[in-house]
């Protein structure tokens, strides 16, 4: 195509708006506030509210952090916004929504925090003290904060998360009235069926415990049961037959990788009845 041509094209696209030029957006870090410190103090207080209604109606802004004036979180500044803290500083209204303590905008918006209080901290939550330390209305172990620590994680145990595994996957071979290798499930309930694994050697692989608390590699139900059983007898010196096929036996082969999973993490956190 001619050049002159290719030209006049490009300044007709020019001309009629066609080409559209982009200008990225400045990027902007966000502070952490607490909603409703307005007037960011690191305290919520009349003061708050005034300075609010300042910024809405006697140029005393813009402010500083606009999400902590943003006091009902819908995303905009008016009149309701101090009046949400007023009603929750002198007529027992509901608190501001998050973050009730120093922390970022749990909700999307146009508004921003450039500069937050200073020396803004945020709260943790002691998980077993009886309270709100952070202010999010979640207490102790409710609070998702708590998810890992130690005070909130519930022991696994054989009577409430292994043995009901047992009773629907195992005690259709391991029941009266011929047990699969003479190991009964079923008799005597959950008491009688946690002695007769653990600290009790296999029948297959005398080497092994059926369980072995804090040790599921040394743990021969486990080896059967992800269908490692065969490499582990091999390092005594076991029968390869007499270690049978993994388990459930059969068309009941095999327990779902989160099942193993959960009897493993039984076993090394101490094998608890």
């Known amino acids: ?22 200008i990225p957006s400045p990027l902007f870090s966000q502070s952490l506030f607490i909603r409703g410190d307005c007037n960011i103090d690191n305290s919520l207080d009349i003061a708050d509210a005034i300075f609010g209604l300042g910024v809405l109606f006697s140029g005393a802004g813009p402010a500083n952090c606009a999400d902590a004036c943003d006091v009902n979180d819908d995303g905009s500044h008016d009149i309701g916004d101090p009046i949400s803290l007023l009603s929750n500083l002198f007529n027992a209204g509901p608190n501001p929504p998050a973050p009730n303590s120093c922390g970022e905008d ?19 939550e002691d998980c077993s003290n009886g309270v709100d330390d952070d202010g999010d209305g979640l207490i102790d172990c409710a609070d998702r ?9 519930v022991p696994l145990s054989f009577e409430f998360d292994v043995y009901p595994l047992i009773e629907v996957e195992c005690t259709f071979c391991h029941g009266p009235p011929n047990p699969l290798g003479n190991l009964d499930m079923t008799t005597g309930g959950v008491t009688a069926a946690y002695t007769r694994i653990v600290n009790t050697p296999s029948n297959e692989c005398s080497n092994y415990d059926l369980i072995e608390p804090n040790d599921s590699q040394a743990s021969w139900l486990l080896r059967k049961i992800e269908g490692t059983h065969l490499a582990a007898a091999a390092v005594f010196g076991c029968d390869a037959i007499a270690a049978g096929v993994q388990m459930p036996l059969g068309p009941f082969c095999c327990l779902e990788p989160n099942q193993i999973d959960m009897i493993r993490d039984w076993i090394d956190s101490g094998a608890d009845p």
Request: net charge negative; aromatic share 2%.
């Open 145 to 153: 904060d708590c998810i890992t620590d130690p005070a909130c994680i």
């Open 106 to 124: 749990p909700t999307s918006d146009s508004l921003d925090c450039q500069n937050g209080p200073a020396e803004c901290v945020p709260l943790t």
């Open 1 to 22: 195509m001619n050049q002159n041509i290719l030209t006049r094209l490009n300044l007709a696209f020019l001309l009629s708006g066609v080409l559209t030029v982009i």
